[in-house]
């Protein structure tokens, strides 16, 4: 039975998702809750070799997008039935970089992959085990960019798309905070930092107090 409470983070390149995560792991921290936190795809041995894989490819093989939707959902099925739902299932709370949302947006926006074959693998794969919250960083894409530049950090495969590969992706995030309200939260990320903190800060006093 789960007892645990189960949160994703979500956004495009440059959205600033590992500096939010930092400050979401301070704040659980503080609240003195148990808390893992993981991300996708990875979260166990097996699924990080899948990542390496889906982000780092052979250079001499194109990655087509069927096998990259697919390659996706292996990390992600063992990603649950090994770390998420034993942890859930022991009243944890989970906290992961990435999870079902990602599908949609990446392979379903920017791969333009039909939803019902997302939807299929998700039923399948994913079932119940859904986040109860999903804090969605959201920036428009050309701003992400520059920020990412000026990061200056190496890019995956997927980051070296196009500008409108993300902007597909941006644009199935947003239709699905429409379509999941009560679980997605839009956080503007192109405001300061304190500002993002807030609206993180705001939604996870709500959510716990719930």
Known sequence: ??????????????????????????????????????REPGGTELAEEIRRIVLHPMSFEEV??????????????QHIKKYILPALEAGKWVATD??????????????????????MLDEWIVGPIYPNLTLLLDIAPHTGFERAEKRGSEKDRIEHEE????VRVRDIYLERAKQYPERIKIIDASVPLFAVENQI????DDFIKR
Not at 64 to 77: D, G, K, N, S, V
Not at 98 to 119: C, E, L, N, P, V
């Open 1 to 38: 039975m789960i007892q645990g409470k189960f949160i994703s983070i979500e956004g495009t390149e440059g959205a600033g998702k590992s500096t939010a995560l930092q400050f979401i792991k301070q704040y659980l921290t503080k609240a003195q809750l148990d808390v893992v936190w993981t």
């Open 201 to 204: 800060r705001d939604v996870l």
């Open 98 to 119: 990435r999870f079902i949302d990602a599908s949609y947006a990446y392979q379903g926006g920017g791969r333009s992959i039909d939803t019902k074959y997302i939807t």
């Open 163 to 166: 500008i409108d590969f993300f």
């Open 64 to 77: 087509t997008p069927e096998t990259e939707l697919l390659l996706m959902f292996a990390a992600r099925a």
